[in-house]
């Protein structure tokens, strides 16, 4: 279920934040600090605060719902220490970049903010103005506009954090479930075959789905590689095919569930549709109670004995 | 980039082979591991055993090299099916590449299904060098299942 926002807290942890990163970056700790910032639409967008004066342009707000951990990969060059702030989801998207040994920990500092839902930002803008102040300064919001992951988190709290930032929420178990793949698993094969068809057939390929993915983070990524070339140049659902595979089946296991894919994309195509089939499948198969949740050795990285065989058909 | 033409090339040909017809043949790609399966089907050869002439095989390291893309770009393609063998788990060259495939096939089997990829059109067996007469077998009853099945629906040329 969402959680219900609290715009008291969220502003004073918008203050403390700008407090602790002021702090962090005179007296040295880190020499940059990444947060948000509003951007020229209202939306907010990454922000490398280098000065302590930056650090008073930082936001926190129901909007801020892409994960910042990604941004980290730009600074990996350099010894310098970097403060992040991260919220529950931000924090397994975090978790994700450090258990691939992405980012040393050593070079972080992290300032964790526990959760109350966000909102998603597209929908937020397009609601009439004085809709959008009830929503964002009452905290008014219907459950339709939270972020769809906040209605499977089992999260909120952050998972990695040096200094944390008011009170953990309340955080109660919530069993994961994928009625879409359910509903999928029960048409026929080749009703599948179509409906997958038009999803490759829809995309435009403009990579933002692999580009916001927090476990999408090789140095290289294969799909830009000419040899061997494992997406074809020229554009159709074929190609599609291969490029949907490949996205989904590398992050099978270390797919945090955070749907980020799914609300980037700028065709609206359903891509949770594929990662929770794997999330499911790796459960199911292998009894992994929280697929979403990054550990030390994941799903597809271990094997046990007794796993099922599969030698033969079906 | 010759190397990757050579590909298209050889893609292409298996593509049109498997145009459906009168004599349709299914095109079956098979990916053996190097120490046991690659040698079972050898000895299938050597000892003269009969089988269909369907398989493509592709030589591989060790179960575990097989990257489940290698898969899916056969069925891309135009394979109509595609089989994955390699040692008895347990006696795998490397100790333990079998069980690493285990997991990843697994969980690729289910998702060609769910990408509605008829799920009999994918097999994998465990096949020694000693067991020629097993490969012999794998080998007809795949070919028999594929041929029934017909030509794989494709988005090659989408
Ligand atoms: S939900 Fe999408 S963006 Fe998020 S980790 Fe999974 S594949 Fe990546
Ligand atoms: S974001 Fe959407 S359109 Fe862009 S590559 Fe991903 S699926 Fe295709
Ligand atoms: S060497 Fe045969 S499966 Fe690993």
């Known amino acids: 279920m969402p959680r219900k926002l609290d715009v008291k807290t969220l502003g004073q942890a918008q203050g403390a934040l700008r407090a602790e990163a002021r702090r962090l970056l005179t007296d040295g700790t880190v020499s940059v600090f990444l947060g948000h910032e509003e951007g020229w639409d209202g939306l907010p967008v990454a922000f490398f605060a280098a000065t302590p004066e930056e650090a008073g342009r930082l936001v926190w707000n129901p909007l801020v719902a892409f994960n910042l951990a990604k941004y980290l990969l730009d600074r990996l060059a350099g010894e310098e220490k970097v403060g992040i702030v991260v919220n529950g989801c931000g924090s397994l998207a975090l978790d994700r970049i450090l258990k691939d040994h992405r980012f040393p920990r050593e070079r972080l500092y992290v300032v964790g903010i526990p959760c109350t839902g966000l909102l998603d930002p597209e929908k937020v803008l397009a609601l009439p103005d004085e809709e959008r102040e009830r929503v964002l300064e009452g905290g008014e919001a219907g459950e339709d506009l939270y972020l769809k992951r906040c209605g499977w988190c089992d999260a909120p709290n952050p998972v990695v954090y040096d200094t944390l930032i008011g009170d953990p929420v309340p955080d109660e178990p919530v069993a994961q479930e994928y009625p879409r793949v359910v509903e999928l698993e029960a048409m026929t094969p080749e009703e599948r075959f179509e409906h997958f068809k038009g999803l490759y057939e829809k995309c435009i390929r403009c990579f933002a789905c692999r580009n916001v993915c927090p476990a999408c983070n090789c140095r290289e990524c294969s799909l830009d590689q000419w040899e061997p070339l494992w997406m074809g140049r020229s554009t159709g659902a074929s190609e599609q095919l291969m490029y949907h595979f490949i996205r989904a089946f590398d992050v099978a296991g270390r797919c945090i569930r955070c749907g980020e894919c799914e609300r980037v994309c700028s065709v609206g195509i359903p891509l949770m549709e594929l990662n929770d089939k794997f999330l499911k499948d790796i459960s199911e198969l292998f009894g992994v109670k929280r697929p979403h949740v990054p550990a030390d050795i994941e799903p597809l990285g271990q094997f046990a004995l007794e796993d099922p065989d599969l030698e033969g058909a079906v | ?158």
């Open chain 2, 1 to 158: 980039m010759a190397g990757s033409q050579a590909t298209e090339r050889q893609a292409r040909e298996v593509a049109s082979e498997s145009r459906p017809g009168a004599d349709w043949e299914p095109v079956i790609v098979a990916f053996l591991c190097n120490w046991c399966s690659y040698a079972g089907a050898d000895s299938a050869g050597t000892g003269r055993m009969v089988q269909p002439a369907n398989v493509r095989i592709i030589r591989v390291p060790c179960s575990g090299r097989v990257n489940p893309r290698f898969i899916v770009r056969a069925f891309q393609r135009g394979a109509d099916g595609v089989l994955v063998s390699g040692c008895h788990p347990g006696d795998c060259h490397y100790s333990t590449g079998n069980f690493y495939a285990r997991r990843r096939l697994l969980v690729l089997k289910s998702y060609l299904e769910y990408l509605g990829i008829d799920p009999r059109r994918f097999e994998t067996h465990w096949c020694s060098a000693s067991e020629g007469q097993k490969w012999a077998d794998i080998v007809r009853s795949i070919s028999e299942t594929v041929k029934a099945l017909g030509p794989a629906q494709t988005l090659a040329g989408l």
